[in-house]
């Protein structure tokens, strides 16, 4: 949806997930009822190549976020790495630290503070993941339900 809280149109949507969330949101964790609701409003509003359009996208979607998981990953092992060799080999971390007590606080705080950013962040990429492919399931149960030559007369 675009900032005036206004459908947006078909021709005008850029983001697919965001298009199809003005039909319903959330319809990975929907009742079998209400995606049905879901279902027959995309089937009334669009005819069957635009079903495609949409499903190629949220696929597209699925792919891209799936195929940049490594990114995510490697920066964490990057940052373990720099941290145990840091810890290890040099004592230039700790300088101003006196009690090594005080060490292994700002050790630990550290380690934390990178366990909530990668908690937050698979959390958050497990829900656009869940969100995605339950949008693909009903788009392909939209075109399974539509035959192969539909026509609207109501355009």
Sequence with gaps: MNKTNSKTSFDDATNARLY?????ENMHRAKFSEQE?????????HDRKQIKMLLGRVEDMLDNKKSLNYAFTAFFVILAFITGNQIK???SLFKYIEEIS????AVYLGAVLVLTVWTIRTYRDKALLE?????KRLLQECLDEIPDRSFKLDK
């Design 20 to 24: 199809l969330q003005q039909f319903g």
């Design 131 to 135: 969100e995605l492919n339950g949008y």
């Design 102 to 105: 005080y060490q292994f606080i």
């Design 89 to 91: 080999f040099s004592e």
């Design 37 to 45: 609701k879901f279902k027959e409003k995309i089937k009334k509003k």
